[in-house]
């Protein structure tokens, strides 16, 4: 039941078929008095004004029948996936259509026929649908329902097809009868016939090609993920074999001062040699860090700080605001290098966003809270819009000219450390991206271990 409520196809559905069933509520005035016109047309002959109130009924009609078929798209699709029963993508639309026949019918003393020419547009919606494969969005889909509906809608028209169930409805029975009161039946049926051909073929034109660019696009997207994928797994190979290279001549320094050690007894030197010790283990866990994904350890938020300082901000004219607030001596249990380097991304896409600023400004922010620290970064400049606030955690989506990876690194980093990443931004009023990771175990345990 949840998942039916958090379905937002189903609620879009609902309100689609409240409006389909209030439309004809709404233009029931207009359409009593084209009523009273075809009663006295029975008696005139106007091939024009006949010809006039066919479109306007059939436009009616049209307006009329798109909510209603959409709803059943919409609700079909919505309680296929909540029930994951994919039989009611079939079974709703004949349920709901006709439902819709019958309230619109309680509100109006006009009568509206569930009658051949539903049916035949509910199979071709469900043929439709089935052959897209849902590759169709919401506004593709009405472009190309509209142009359906209206092109078959014209069937209601035809005189001789009422003995086949076709346009049954007493405004489209009042014109073809005075159609056919006037001597204008054929020309009725010849005109009707001409727009449901063009009108339907140019549906189904516009699906065609629709389909085929909606599928040319997924083919581009993957193609490009593939080329993402295959540059970081290259970049993630040439790091390893980077990492290991590294190892070789640390293990050599280490072992060239073992032998310092034991040559030069001095205790200066003894101290020197301890300090090289100290350095050479601190690198040695630093590339053990980059190299394993899941080697953590525990580390001083104030370290971390530190440690993002001296690798984005020293030796740089980068001026970034940094601010503490509560205890700075918190111990997390991170990969130091991987944080570090989520946080440097950060700092990089703020440094383009104040370009062109003037009174440019960037804040690293850390907070201590009680069970979670957040690391926040924040610029005065010129922001992300709403719409692509939604896809810049994608990899492969990038508002530079390179590939979108820093953004989709950060979420991996903040996931894999059991915290999250949020973003707040508007268009010329700034970025704030924070991540925020939780404390894990008591600091007890790293004063222990210490």
Known sequence: MEKVVRSWKIWIGIGLFLLGILIPYALNPQLVGMNQLLKTMNHKTDGNALMMSAFFIVSINTIISIPQFLSVVMLGDGMAAAFNRSELKTLIPLIVVPLAYVFVNMLTPLTYNFGATDIF????????????????????????????????????????????????????????????????GQVLALYANMFFLIFVASAITLWIYLVLYMERWAISQDLHRAQLEARESRSGREVLHLVHDLKT?????????????????????????????????????????????????????????????????????????????????????????????????????????????????????????????????????CGISADRVKRIWKTGYSTKNHPGVGLSFVRQVAEGHGGTVHVKSAAGQGTKVWITLPLGETNENFHHER
């Not at 300090?275 to 860090?289: A, C, D, K």
């Not at 896409?349 to 957040?374: H, P, S």
Request: glycine share 6%; net charge positive.
């Open 249 to 381: 001549p640390l293990a050599t320094i280490e072992g060239l001062v073992s032998l310092m050690e034991i040559r030069w007894p001095d205790p200066k030197m003894q101290e020197y040699c301890q300090t090289i010790y100290g350095s050479i283990h601190s690198m040695s866990r630093m590339v053990s860090e980059i190299l394993y994904e899941d080697r953590k350890d525990w580390c001083k938020l104030i370290e971390l700080i530190d440690y993002v300082r001296a690798s984005r901000l020293s030796g740089t004219n980068v001026s970034v605001d940094i601010e503490l607030e509560g205890e700075t001596q918190t111990s997390l249990y991170i990969n130091k290098i991987r944080v570090t380097r989520a946080i440097v991304n950060l700092i990089d896409n703020a440094l383009d966003a104040i370009q062109e600023r003037e009174n440019g400004r960037i804040v690293l922010r850390a907070k201590t809270l009680t069970k979670v620290v957040i690391l926040e970064v924040e610029d005065n400049g």
């Open 121 to 184: 547009l509910w199979l071709t919606i469900v043929v439709m649908q089935k052959l897209s494969k849902q590759k169709l969005n919401m506004v593709m889909k009405l472009l190309v329902f509209s142009q359906l509906i209206f092109g078959v809608t014209w069937l209601n028209q035809v005189p001789y097809f009422t003995p086949y169930g076709f346009g049954r409805g007493s405004l489209s029975m009042k014109v073809k009868q005075a159609a056919l009161q006037i001597g204008f």
